[in-house]
């Protein structure tokens, strides 16, 4: 019998999974955020609308910040991703300069849209560097912070934007 | 008195938590793994009214991997006095349902999805009834009873006994008749802030309930209180014992306090099954069954002297509950007072309350807390009697708020006398922050019109002395290496109450600020703690653990004074030594005061609730208005206030920030849950159809806040988070008012109703 898996690469390490019905596989309709959360114990990406509306659960896949409830384990064969655990440096624990400066200018409050906003923001500084306000503005709009840190978290992008750190 | 320089009050301190939150490591409930564990989610009913003729769960109960299925026929002999509302007036499941989305049934199994297969396997046959939607309805002696017992008719209760305390629900002071009278002017006026919204905190409401073989209750909760959740469950369910466990909590704003239905649903399947059980809602669901903001409708006469001070408020205030609310006679209390604030000069009051339930989604705490829903329709009204005098609104309200030694009825039903409140000063600073004089054209005029584009200001005020209210109690120890330990109940749900609090310890122990570590935040380990609610934590909360503190450094100083042989008052602390005052070089350690590996010091610290000195919130907001499309866009805001001492100035500025969100400011132009009329379901139940205000839409947004050191705390500090969005929806109404240069008030201003009010729609 064909055995069928998927394999992705989450932070650098690679896993490969049994997909079907029989206790522990994939199931055709499990989310990359449940695999993330519920089997790799990466509980950074949030569990929240579970619609792609609120982007508490992004993710950076193959380069492009995604929302992971919207996409299927079994669709992300061969794909690179990388979750808010994998931005610190795993030898010295340094912080990538984005949750850095999200510390120095005070960007969250209670903390739960934070692991989001920071790989969308890790996300466009990749690709941009030196984006424009209005650019930083346009690539959170997907992301909800209901706590309204919204002014800390563009002082704190731009912080990093303007030095260009990607 | 002049402002102090300490060693951490009034500086930013990163939070202790804030590599955790950074890093994704910051753990939340639904992180937090437990062995053994099931799941668990309710089968809703999809009418607004109805009775359940017939329930099958048979084919349910078969499915492998399914625990329990619990309906209103099953439900334990135990848990039949387990009810839900204020007082308790319905069971937690019962044969007759009151909203799309109320419990019919509850199912448990081995993961969610088996729950979800069981509940669409339960057959329900049920004989629809009609569906009371509005308080109009509901309030019509012809309409049918939704709870039987409701007296009169369909109105809940309002004179509940809670926790000790009665609380005003009517307001009757002076002799209105009289001082009419006597008004030179008088409005008489109906109005409603009646959209429904959410909160929608980004953390969907959840818990994990195990119950052991002795009936204990442990319950982890997406709660903003542990304590505070204890105690209406209670309220609820009589002669349980639980404690409750709170981690970070994603987002409250008040709404996230006692989890009404959902922690019943879940401690009554952990009863039954005694195994771990997770039912967390999803968005749909928070935005579907979990409570929302209060509806209010207001019928008012309002009267004006001849000096320009509001002389008399007769009125009644409709209060729509929706199917159950716990908190709504609390509200009352704090709605009437807020008001009176506002219009502080004001000693003749006849304003009468009736709480109304419906067929729709329950309501239940929400910051704001009956003052914004009541004063969002009343400072309307009570604005077109300033615009009848012709007073600018600037001197109305700095005249016509609360200032020290006016009285006022507090929810307690007790008259307070205000202490030390002066405001004045931080509503005239904000109002030339935001160049309020030369904006401010007249009432009902503009203060620009570009195009099709008009421009218009306006203001509001709001105040709270509910950052006195209930009770708090801390421990503070002291170990022998200068370190210290604050037990206290404070969950961090976003305000930064848990690090402002450890600052103020490591400031009285005059120790390095990460020498003061923090118990996890549950009722377990920690003294009693009402909570954060009503801005409450910086006076209430934060003096427990300073006078815990204090406690700690007196007894740490009188053990010190034998071994240095100097008197106690001669003695000072500093980063876990003790020295003589007048000669430093003799000193010792802390260990010296304690027995190696033995004792420690333990200091202990209350606060009792007080009421005599109320917070300050001023708005002042520009908006502009599409006359051809309708859309209201506000273009700046400015906001006023004055807390006394900042404890941090980086987490105030985002407190501040935050009145946008969670129900808020906004729900003046863009935030409203919609109800199908025909079928009692709300229609707005995810992120695209319930608006709310995303990162590329934020205005500029300045702020005064002044520090003027009120003698009621060691740091003189007033809490002031709640109430940053509460001016905002009235503000907003005045400002589209002057803008299309007629009188508007209607929440929230969606294009329609501006086309409406044009006359183009």
């Known amino acids: 019998m064909e055995t069928k898996t998927v394999t992705i690469s989450v932070n650098g390490r690679e896993y490969t999974f049994g997909v079907g019905n029989n206790f522990g596989d994939i199931q055709p309709n499990e989310s990359l955020l449940s695999t993330l959360r519920d089997r790799l114990g990466l509980t950074g990406a949030k569990s929240a609308c579970e619609e792609g509306a609120c982007g508490a659960c992004t993710v950076i896949m193959n380069g492009k910040a995604v929302s992971s409830c919207m996409q299927l384990t079994v669709g992300c064969n061969g794909k690179s991703i990388t979750t808010i655990e994998g931005l610190t440096d795993p030898k010295t624990g340094e912080l990538h300069p984005v949750q850095k400066a999200f510390i120095d200018y005070y960007a969250f409050q209670c903390g739960y849209c934070t692991p989001g906003i920071i790989m969308t923001t890790k996300a466009l500084l990749d690709e941009k560097p030196n984006p424009t306000r209005k650019e930083v503005e346009e690539a959170l709009s997907g992301n909800h912070c209901r706590c309204i840190s919204q002014y800390h978290v563009m002082d704190a992008v731009m912080s990093v934007a303007e030095k260009g750190v990607n | 008195m002049s402002k102090k320089e300490y060693r951490y009050v009034g500086k930013n301190t990163p939070r202790k938590d804030a590599r955790g939150i950074v890093t994704g490591s910051a753990e939340f409930i639904d992180d937090h793994k437990f062995n053994n564990m099931l799941h668990a989610c309710s089968l809703k009913s999809p009418h607004a009214h109805a009775r359940i003729l017939s329930i099958d769960t048979s084919d349910a109960e078969k499915l492998p991997g399914v625990h329990a299925v619990i309906t209103h026929k099953n439900i334990p002999e135990h848990c039949r006095d387990w009810k839900i509302g204020m007082p308790g007036f319905r069971g937690i499941l ?90 030179v002017y008088i409005v008489e006026d109906e109005a409603e802030y009646n959209s429904l919204p959410s909160p929608m905190a980004a953390e969907p409401p959840g818990v994990v309930v195990n119950c052991d073989e002795n009936n204990h209750f442990e319950v982890w909760a997406t709660s903003q209180g542990g304590y505070y959740l204890r105690m209406m469950c209670g309220f609820r369910m009589p002669n349980v014992d639980m404690d409750v466990y709170t981690l970070n909590t994603g987002g409250s704003f008040g709404n996230k306090q006692s989890l009404q239905s959902t922690v019943s649903y879940a401690m009554l399947l952990a009863n039954v099954t005694h195994r771990p059980v997770k039912l967390f809602l999803t968005k749909a669901e928070q935005l579907l069954v979990h409570d929302l903001r209060l509806g209010n409708k207001i019928k008012v006469k309002v009267g004006l002297d001849k000096d320009g001070f509001v002389n008399a408020v007769k009125g009644q205030w409709l209060v729509d509950s929706g199917a159950w609310s716990d908190v709504h006679h609390v509200q009352l209390g704090v709605g009437l007072g807020e008001m009176q604030l506002a219009l502080c000069k004001c000693k003749n009051w006849d304003m009468t309350s009736h709480v109304v339930v419906t067929n729709h989604d329950p309501t239940g705490c929400v910051r704001g807390f009956g003052g914004q829903e009541l004063k969002a329709a009343l400072l309307p009204t009570v604005n077109k009697l300033a615009e009848k005098a012709n007073i600018n609104p600037l001197d109305f309200y700095s005249k016509n708020f609360c200032s020290s030694g006016d009285e006022y009825v507090w929810r307690d039903r007790h008259l307070w006398t205000a202490f030390e409140t002066e405001y004045e000063l931080a509503m005239r600073t904000a109002a030339k922050k935001f160049n309020w004089d030369e904006k401010w054209k007249g009432w009902n005029v503009p203060t620009r019109v570009e195009g099709n584009k008009v421009y218009g200001v306006g203001l509001a005020v709001h105040g709270n002395a509910d950052v006195g209210e209930d009770n708090s109690e801390a421990y503070v120890r002291l170990d022998g290496t200068g370190h210290a330990v604050l037990h206290c109940a404070i969950t961090e749900s976003g305000m930064g109450q848990r690090n402002n609090s450890a600052k103020m310890v490591a400031e009285v122990l005059n120790i390095p600020f990460e020498n003061v570590k923090i118990t996890p935040g549950n009722t377990a380990v920690n003294p009693w703690e009402f909570g954060l609610a009503g801005s409450r934590g910086t006076l209430t909360t934060a003096t427990a653990c300073v006078r815990a503190a204090e406690d700690a450094r007196r007894q740490l100083l009188e053990l010190m004074s034998d071994v240095l042989k100097f008197p106690a008052e001669e003695l000072d602390t500093k980063d876990g030594m003790v020295f003589v005052k007048d000669n430093p070089e003799i000193n010792c350690p802390w260990i010296a005061a304690m027995q190696p590996f033995g004792t420690d010091i333990t200091g202990h610290g209350q606060w009792t609730a007080a009421y005599s000195h109320p917070n300050f919130c001023s708005l002042f907001v520009e908006v502009e208005v599409d006359l051809e499309t309708g859309v209201v866009k506000l273009v700046d805001l400015t906001g006023g206030t004055d807390v006394g ?35 009692g379901r709300i229609v707005t139940h995810n992120m695209i159809d319930y608006k709310w205000r995303t990162f590329n839409d934020f205005p500029p947004f300045e702020q005064v806040i002044l520090e003027g050191q009120p003698d009621i705390s060691k740091f003189r500090a007033v809490g002031f988070g709640e109430i940053a969005g509460s001016p905002g929806p009235s503000a907003i109404m005045m400002a589209i008012s002057n803008a299309i240069g007629k009188h508007f008030c209607q929440y929230p201003a969606t294009p329609d109703t501006v086309l409406k009010a044009l006359g183009k729609c």
């Open chain 2, 94 to 183: 019962d044969e007759t349902v009151a909203f799309v989305g109320d419990g019919v049934a509850l199912v448990a199994a081995e993961t969610k999805e088996i729950a979800e297969t069981a509940c669409e396997l339960i057959k329900v046959e049920y004989e629809v009834l009609p569906a009371l939607l509005t308080m109009e309805e509901a309030l019509d002696p012809s309409s049918v009873k939704i709870y039987p017992q409701l007296k009169p008719h369909n109105e809940i209760p309002k004179d509940i006994e809670f926790a000790g305390e009665q609380f005003m629900c009517d307001l009757y002071r002076g002799d209105v008749e009289k001082a009419f009278e006597e008004s």
């Open chain 2, 645 to 679: 001492q900042i404890i941090d100035p980086k987490t105030l500025e985002m407190q501040f920030q935050g009145g946008f969100g969670s129900a808020g400011t906004d729900t003046a132009i863009n935030e409203e849950h919609i109800i199908d009329d025909n079928t």
